[in-house]
């Protein structure tokens, strides 16, 4: 995976595989612009194809996580001299670039999020709002620092959660609350958003980074396949029947049962020690 810094975010990698996606344009609160997405799109193609990335962490720099799309950004294709590729168009300059623009761009970048088998954290410094909460909902955690505000607030410029926003707030609330967030435009605080469950717990905001480092940490020296093949059985758990959820699952078990990874976890059971997986992954480090 590549480091370095791309359109908009700067990206790291520590140690055993945590990568870093750090926003850093904070005089635009880290809105978002087709450049930005498409090279988070490339980024994450390389994360998920990476052995030595275990484990994916969003976060901003200043008062923004991702204050939605930048809307001037959108209205212009100026050229970055740094760039290795050319611009790419917004779309949106007609119905059928609308609908290009939001399949190959928009949606794809949180398609991407959630297709990635590593797990991903998304740590909340400040605002996120519309696509910027759409990204951190595609996220398997989210960690908000206690002075993020959180919102959709599309109809505030008569628009729509067209990234997906609409299906990932049902999912993490319901229909009855999605209704009252979107057309009410809400914007609710960190601890709302606790309360609502669109984030899974609130940190003070200097604890924020270190707090998303030890949960990275934690996960990264979890069982990698195992705990790979689960994240994919959750989130297609939500759509299968029962009897499809089932035979989803012990189609995975037949992989994750016959790893070195189960065996070391049995063996540390056994011998009533801490396990240590992921032997296979060690010439990565």
């Known amino acids: 995976m590549d480091t370095g810094t791309y359109t908009g975010f700067d990206v790291s990698v520590e140690k055993p595989g945590i990568a870093w996606i750090e926003f850093n344009e904070p005089e635009r609160l880290n809105g978002m ?8 799109i490339e980024i994450l193609t390389q994360a998920q194809m990476d052995n030595a990335v275990r484990v994916v962490v969003f976060i901003g720099t200043g008062r923004g996580f991702c204050a939605g799309d930048d809307l001037k950004a959108y209205s212009t294709r100026e050229r970055d001299e740094q760039a290795l590729m050319p611009p790419i168009s917004p779309g949106h300059d007609t119905p059928i670039g609308t609908y290009d623009g939001l399949r190959q761009i928009s949606q794809a970048l949180n398609v991407a999020i959630r297709n990635l088998d590593k797990l991903s ?53 319901g229909v009855a609350r999605t209704m009252d967030f979107v057309m009410r435009k809400r914007i609710v605080s960190a601890d709302e958003a606790l309360a609502l469950g669109l984030v899974n717990e609130v940190v003070e905001g200097d604890e924020l980074r270190e707090h998303a480092r030890n949960l990275a940490l934690e996960l990264a020296s979890g069982p990698q396949v195992s705990q790979r093949l689960l994240k994919r059985s959750v989130y297609l758990a939500a759509e299968l029947s029962w009897s499809q959820a089932l035979d989803e699952i012990a189609s995975k078990t037949a992989i994750s049962d016959h790893h070195p990874d189960s065996r070391e976890g049995v063996a540390a059971f056994r011998e009533r020690r801490e396990a240590h997986f992921n032997e296979w992954l060690r010439a990565y480090e």
């Open 33 to 40: 612009n087709s450049g930005k997405k498409r090279d988070l």
């Open 121 to 173: 954290i998304a740590a909340i410094n400040g605002y996120a709002i519309q696509t910027g909460l759409s990204l951190a909902l595609s996220c398997d955690f989210k960690i908000a620092a206690s002075s993020a505000q959180l919102g959709s607030a599309t109809l505030r410029f008569g628009l729509l959660p067209d990234e997906g926003g609409q299906y990932l707030l049902v999912e993490h609330m």
